[in-house]
């Protein structure tokens, strides 16, 4: 195995990790839109900023990686992908080039799955919000700690009180 190869492994593993904890920190940010907790939140969204920001270097990394490898196996560097390296590198390298796919692969589905939910979650708040807005907003009065209602006078009810 060449040094290339290892250093493309373990920056591997180490996408993987990251993405591991980015996993869990979206399963916490499940729990915490559940919660309504938004101190929380804000601090959770720093957390899995700074996630991304490290699995971008090292998608950058690896893209300087394949580059030189793409050199060295005399391919052209926009045509590498990890199963054409996985054909071209010694066995052992193919099979952990083959597995980290097919791990990642998995770890991008789960990811999806738990950001889809997510974002239900905050959607289906907003439209609660909305609600709860164009009621407040379409008040025509309120009701007194003694059960009588007030009508606001500067407030024009458009439905009628006849009944």
Known sequence: MTDQISEL??????????????????????????????????????????????????????????????????????????????????????SKIRSHSTEFKNLLKQLKDINRRNKQLIERSASCIQGLLTLISNASGSYQPTGTFTTISAVQPTFSRQG
């Open 9 to 94: 492994l373990r920056m591997l593993r180490q996408e993987s990790e990251l993405c591991l904890e980015l996993i869990e920190q979206e399963k916490r940010k499940t729990s915490l839109l559940i919660k309504g907790d938004l101190e929380a939140l804000t601090e959770s969204n720093g957390i899995e900023e700074d996630l991304n920001s490290r699995l971008r270097g090292i998608g950058q990394q690896m893209s300087q990686a394949c580059c030189d490898i793409s050199v060295a196996y005399g391919m052209a560097p926009e045509e590498v992908t990890l199963m054409k390296l996985a054909v071209v590198v010694d066995p052992s390298s193919a």
